[in-house]
């Protein structure tokens, strides 16, 4: 006995040495964060109080998980190509944006085009030539004048040159000054052979009349005239008009002795009847050439301003390319314009400022899920319970729903779009992606169905963000989300998961074909539109039933959830806790079927989830099989295991079965609501039965005994399906203890044992309301009476006589009389 209690001793020093050694680092921490004092300053304690008034931390982290969702949003694969003009692409290149770009090159021709059909702008001036006339008079008349004085010159070739010289010094300057136009020594000298005379005078003049009626006369720089068949746009100075003419009726005077002139001298010489030989003729169109002046002058500032204008009025040529549109197929040529489309690319891409953009979706985005939780709060009058789990599970279906949903458009385009891109619409490939197991996932872990269809017009806004906004496709996830969503709700069998994915695709099917007639109504395309995005609709929801099925199991795993997946698993009888039972605990076995049979029945009355009332009631009890024998259902007749107890042992062996059947559910990883259900089957609940044997035995001077002594240790049945399991346990109990079931006592006990949960107070914490509690009487009723009806009381034969056995009949109908007597 002494070496025993040392052995004691000695364990709890080694137990309070290895409790004092053990240093819990998390307490460590908070204790320094708690020295540095941050709360106490000025600053902390305003920090303290906006994150009471305004929850900043969890703002915040909204904020995070938004930025990181836009980030991936406006994330681009990039497998840019790189480009070398003259070489030939190996592969096709596609754009993986829509942009616009201006082609320098075409708009540049257009310009020049439109430079060049400008004609050159020329001022006409009528009164040149009535000048370039008067001076011709004046200056041949002064030097007549002249020579009138000088009859008594000698023709001989001695005298004359002399003669000539002389008169040519003293008045050639004079004639040219007068004339306007210097003359060479040769034509001076043979005007003077001429005397001036005024025929030749005007011939000379009408020889200039004769041109400047047939042309008008200009001397323009040689850029200016381009073509032959260039016209001219002449302005009239007096009149102040214009006229557009050919080249032809215009003559440039570099040119003019190119034209042949002979029929003009000889008209004019049979006019003047001067003889006129071959040397006259020539001296006379070289006299004429060099008075002849030009009346057009060409107007280079009015030209340019022209040309500008018109090169102004070009608008530039667009190239429009759209997104994964081919921009040089596979075997081309790479041309300088492919080059000019591949910078541009690249150029938009860092000009597009994508942290930016990303950063002010973050805020819409959070601006969405505060206003969607504080609808939830507000209008739900806090029936919607909200777990960290639940927004976890959320956030992370939206991350990899968007993630899948642009890997699966990535994939689609380098599969598809390069071998039928002419062929298949981009949205078809849209409307194909399985945007709706984002729902279908949130609406098998949630309950909530207001929880589910704002998580699916956020996660529809988020996709559609990343889609360029596009209108058919935003209605289509979010009809077909919320749709989803409700085929997934209370599912009996996996297929169930597989037909709500159908139904979605023919749902989604069903809006794309409406809003294609109605966007692409009257075009072109319009059935290859319908052709390729109908299907494409009906293949997204099965699409996104495979989705969900497959990644349930991992969901249910990380988050701890127990869905209507896994309630199938749960709900066989083959599971290892049922098949242990129906040995251990055949009574709890059988008495745990029935009330699974009552709560189902009663579930689908009021609208509960009628598979989770199920399992939940078929586990709720497998916490007796520690100790089975002291449970009324699994004792033998004439033995009870509590006449040998004390009544606080009876009550702690029956509390008991609580603790240890929830322990059990966390062992078999049941699930957080079929553990729930565990322990609140029985809520707070007093074990009346052990209570009164103790009050019986009770020593009033010693002991004093309370009722909440003898209850259940809770807590009270905080949603709908766990009160129908007690409710249920507790009539088939009681059911079970009747020796004469009748109708009316059937009845009635249903009544009575609902009536007292109810004024007990142990359904105040679960959402039943008194139309439920009627609708959850009928429905036990009916199913009680169902099961425990009064059967017929067979006769026995006398044991002493027994009767001989009769032969049996070819039939076989005495056999069967005999074997059921």
């Known amino acids: 006995m002494g070496k025993q209690k040392s052995q004691q001793s000695r364990n709890r020093k080694a137990e309070s040495r290895s409790r004092y050694n053990y240093i819990d680092h998390s307490k460590r921490f908070l204790d320094w964060v708690n020295d540095l004092g941050f709360e106490q300053t000025p600053f902390g304690r305003l920090m303290h109080q906006l994150d009471d008034r305004f929850n900043i931390r969890r703002v915040a982290l909204l904020f995070f998980f938004s930025l990181c969702l836009s980030f991936l949003v406006f994330y681009e694969f990039d497998f840019s190509h790189k480009v070398i003009v003259g070489e030939v692409a190996s592969s096709d290149i596609k754009s993986p944006i829509s942009f616009q770009i201006v082609d320098e090159v075409a708009t540049e021709e257009k310009r020049r085009e439109a430079e060049l059909s400008v004609p050159p702008v020329f001022d006409y001036d009528r009164n040149i030539y009535n000048n370039l006339f008067r001076r011709i008079f004046l200056s041949f008349r002064s030097m007549r004048k002249v020579l009138a004085d000088k009859d008594t010159w000698s023709l001989a070739d001695a005298q004359w040159d002399k003669q000539a010289e002389e008169f040519s010094s003293q008045y050639k300057t004079q004639f040219e000054e007068e004339l306007g136009q210097s003359v060479s020594p040769r034509i001076f000298e043979w005007l003077m052979s001429k005397r001036f005379s005024s025929s030749l005078e005007n011939q000379i003049v009408d020889v200039l009349s004769e041109w400047t009626s047939h042309y008008k006369v200009f001397e323009a720089p040689a850029n200016v005239i381009d073509d032959k068949d260039q016209q001219f746009l002449i302005r009239t100075i007096e009149a102040d008009s214009q006229a557009v003419v050919a080249q032809e009726a215009l003559l440039d005077r570099k040119s003019a002795r190119d034209i042949k002139n002979q029929e003009f001298f000889s008209i004019n010489n049979t006019k003047t009847k001067l003889k006129v030989t071959g040397r006259d003729t020539k001296n006379l169109e070289n006299l004429a050439y060099k008075l002849m002046t030009p009346n057009l002058t060409f107007n280079k500032k009015e030209t340019s301003l022209r040309r500008e204008s018109a090169r102004e009025a070009v608008l530039p040529v667009q190239i429009s390319i759209r997104k994964n549109q081919t921009i040089v197929s596979a075997g081309s040529v790479v041309l300088p314009i492919h080059a000019t489309l591949m910078r541009e690319i690249n150029n938009l891409r860092s000009d597009r400022r994508t942290d930016f953009i990303a950063l002010v979706a973050a805020i819409l985005f959070t601006v969405f899920i505060l206003v969607f939780f504080s609808y939830i709060k507000r209008f739900t009058t806090n029936k919607v319970k909200v777990k960290v789990k639940d927004i976890a599970a959320m956030a992370f279906v939206t991350l990899f729903t968007v993630g899948l949903t642009k890997l699966f458009l990535f994939l689609m ?108 109504l009257g075009e072109t395309d319009l059935l290859v539109q319908l052709a390729w995005n109908v299907p494409a609709g009906l293949l997204g929801g ?280």
């Open 542 to 821: 099965i699409f996104s039933a495979m989705v969900a099925m497959m990644l349930v199991p991992f969901l249910e795993s990380v988050f701890n959830y127990t869905t209507d997946v896994k309630l199938l698993e749960l709900a066989s009888l083959n599971h290892p806790l049922m098949k242990e039972m129906i040995v251990k605990a055949p009574g709890t076995y059988h008495h745990s079927l029935v009330v699974g049979s009552m709560c189902e029945a009663a579930a689908e009355a009021i609208g509960a989830n009628a598979l989770l009332a199920k399992v939940m009631a078929y586990y709720h009890d497998i916490g007796k099989m520690e100790h089975a024998q002291y449970f009324i259902e699994n004792q033998r007749p004439g033995y009870n295991p509590h006449d040998h107890i004390s009544p606080h042992m009876s009550k702690t062996v029956l509390v008991a079965h609580v603790k240890d059947g929830a322990e059990m559910g966390l062992k078999h990883k049941l699930g957080e609501p079929i553990i729930d259900g565990i322990l609140q089957h029985h809520g707070t609940t007093l074990i009346s039965f052990f209570y009164n044997k103790a009050l019986e035995s009770q020593d009033e001077d010693i002991d004093h005994i309370e009722p909440d002594d003898f209850r259940y240790p809770g807590p009270k049945p905080q949603f709908k399906e766990a009160a129908l399991v007690m409710l249920a346990d507790s009539i088939e109990a009681a059911a079970r203890s009747l020796d004469d079931p009748t109708a009316g006592r059937l009845q009635s006990l249903v009544k009575n044992i609902i009536q007292s949960k109810f004024l007990d107070g142990q359904l105040e914490e679960c959402n039943l309301t008194l139309k439920d509690l009627s609708v959850i009487e009928s429905s036990f009723r009916r199913v009680i009476l169902g099961i425990y009806h009064q059967r017929i009381d067979y006769p026995q034969s006398p044991v002493n006589n027994p009767p001989k056995p009769k032969k049996m009949e070819a039939d076989g109908t005495e056999k069967r009389g005999s074997h059921t007597a």
């Open 413 to 520: 385009d380098s599969a598809f779009l390069v071998r039928f891109g002419a062929a298949i619409p981009i949205t078809a490939f849209l409307f194909a992606a399985p945007v709706a197991a984002g729902p279908m996932l949130v609406g098998l872990l949630v309950t909530y169905g207001e929880l589910v269809w704002l998580f699916t017009a956020f996660l529809s806004v988020v996709l559609t963000f990343m889609v360029d906004l596009n209108f058919i496709f935003f209605t289509t996830s979010l009809i077909g989300g919320i749709a989803a969503a409700r085929g997934v709700y209370a599912c009996k069998k996996r297929n169930d998961i597989y037909w709500a994915g159908l139904r979605t695709g023919l749902i989604n099917a069903t809006v794309i074909a409406f809003l294609t007639l109605f966007r692409h």
